[in-house]
């Protein structure tokens, strides 16, 4: 399939990026109800501007979703209630199960429903993002990307599949950081926090460092990782497993909204640790 004009919902801090990265195809915003930033966003990107929802998903031939995971299956909606018929692309950090509703409800209003999973920083270099695909169609999206610093690639398993590989992705990463802020929190609680880094020095010499970094990197862009964790713990349960890691990593992360997008310098561990150990029940 051709794709000769993509409609991107919507260019946030992530998704202005991968707009950017799309080669060979003009790429649509929409302004109606976004933000100045957003515009700016945009504009940085090369994006072109359309005015509304209806406009865009007219002159389009694929619709790219890159948002929030609560608001993944909202806007599928909104694009299917507009009858649009062509490729429906969800790159959005969802369960299985959610990717498979989202495609649903595309589906059944004509489009084809390509699922996708973005692992990574905003892309700004090649060799630092990519952009997982699955699906009847997935083979054309990536091609959107060759050449540029996005790497795209298809991997087996239907729809599902690349949003699954990025809830076990991560699981690990933004679910270890939530743990051991969460530690650092306990020890600080109990009086040892100065021991427990000792131990860790002797016998886990790169966990200090870890901690540090989730405090300055992690925190600051927690809140926009609490829908995630929640998606995360639904995968887990569907599949049999403890959801509780997960539903509990939400809520540390919900607690850090007082470092909401505090960076240069970002949070230092003690003021992270202060925040999570006096918030008690």
Not at 27 to 44: D, H, N, Y
Not at 63 to 70: A, K
Not at 86 to 110: H, I, P, W
Request: hydrophobic letters at 45%; a negative charge.
């Amino acid at each position: 399939m051709q794709i000769n004009t993509l409609t991107l919902l919507h260019p946030g801090n992530m998704g202005a990026t991968v707009g950017a990265a799309v080669r060979g195809a003009r790429v649509l915003w929409v302004s109606e109800g976004r933000r100045e930033e957003s515009r700016r966003r945009a504009i940085e990107a090369g994006l072109a501007e359309a005015a509304t929802l209806a406009e865009a998903v007219r002159e389009s031939d694929a619709v790219l979703s890159v948002c929030p995971p609560h608001a993944a299956e909202e806007v599928a909606r909104d694009v299917a209630d507009l009858g649009f018929a062509g490729l429906y692309v969800d790159a959005n950090a969802v369960s299985r199960e959610t990717a498979q509703r989202v495609g649903a409800v595309v589906a059944k209003a004509g489009a084809r429903f390509v699922d996708g999973g973005i692992i990574g920083q905003p892309v700004r270099t090649p060799g630092t993002t990519r952009l997982y695909l699955s699906g009847t169609g997935a083979e054309s999206v990536a091609a959107l990307f060759s050449g540029g610093p996005l790497d795209a690639r298809v991997i087996d398993g239907g729809p599902g599949a690349a949003s699954a590989l990025k809830m076990t992705y991560a699981a690990w990463t933004k679910g270890s950081d939530a743990l051991i802020l969460a530690v650092r929190a306990l020890a600080a609680s109990e009086g040892v926090e100065a021991a427990l880094l000792e131990e860790w020095a002797a016998s886990q010499p790169a966990l200090g460092n870890k901690s540090e970094r989730a405090a300055a990197v992690a925190a600051p862009k927690g809140w926009r990782y609490v829908g995630e964790m929640e998606e995360i713990a639904a995968s887990f349960e569907s599949a049999g497993l403890p959801a509780g890691f997960h539903k509990a990593a939400a809520e540390l992360y919900e607690r850090l909204a007082p470092f909401k997008d505090r960076t240069d310098p970002g949070p230092e561990v003690k003021e992270v640790v202060e925040v999570l150990a006096t918030r008690r029940r």
